[in-house]
């Protein structure tokens, strides 16, 4: 009986590193893996000064605008901010969900117009939860993180899209958003 649970103890271990989300999440598809380690980078980006939010709105074919090696440093308006779904890089957990969060160019700008910036769960100890970032609604905030184009969603934001659902004004993220703070 002793035997047993001692097994069973130093398996204990091995099990819950087997249960943690590897940085390619859980895709069965490997075309999907580079783009879930980008949205699982844990270090900070060097910010390009070059990338501005009003840039990143600008009316225009963006898909070659920037580089997913490239970081953002972005000035605007949270205008809306709620908890993501169940997603591949997080492998589909239901408690590890990242915050998305639509910064606009003015606090009454139609979110379908924002930039959409995620908060990743390596990240929210560190820039916040769901609940305590929906408090930045209609404030003016600066977010730091790293350029990603979301090619899952190429074909639903204005500038690149032709679907008859386009939601966004972009297919560009800022995500992982590595820190946000108030704006001067």
């Keep these: ?72 440093h972005l000035t605007g308006y949270v205008l809306l901010v709620k908890r993501g779904g169940l997603e591949t890089a997080n492998c589909h957990s239901a408690s590890a969900r990242d915050v998305h969060i639509v910064l606009g160019l003015h606090p009454k700008d139609d979110p379908k117009n924002g930039l959409i910036v995620e908060v990743t769960p390596a990240f929210q100890p560190s820039v916040g939860t769901v609940a305590q970032l929906r408090k930045l609604k209609g404030k003016r905030v600066t977010v730091d993180g790293w350029m990603f184009f979301d090619e899952e969603h190429w074909d639903n934001a204005v500038h690149t899209g032709h679907a008859k659902r386009l939601w966004r004004a972009t297919a560009w993220e800022v995500h992982p958003v590595t820190g946000i703070s108030p704006a001067n």
């Design 1 to 72: 009986m002793q035997a047993r649970i001692a097994a069973i103890l130093l398996a204990l271990p091995l099990l819950a590193a087997a249960a943690v989300c590897p940085p390619h999440g859980d895709s069965p598809d490997q075309r999907l893996w580079a783009l879930d380690e980008m949205k699982n980078r844990t270090l900070a980006p060097g910010i390009d000064s070059s990338i501005t939010l009003e840039a990143i709105l600008a009316p225009g074919n963006d898909r070659e605008r920037w580089k997913d090696s490239q970081g953002a």
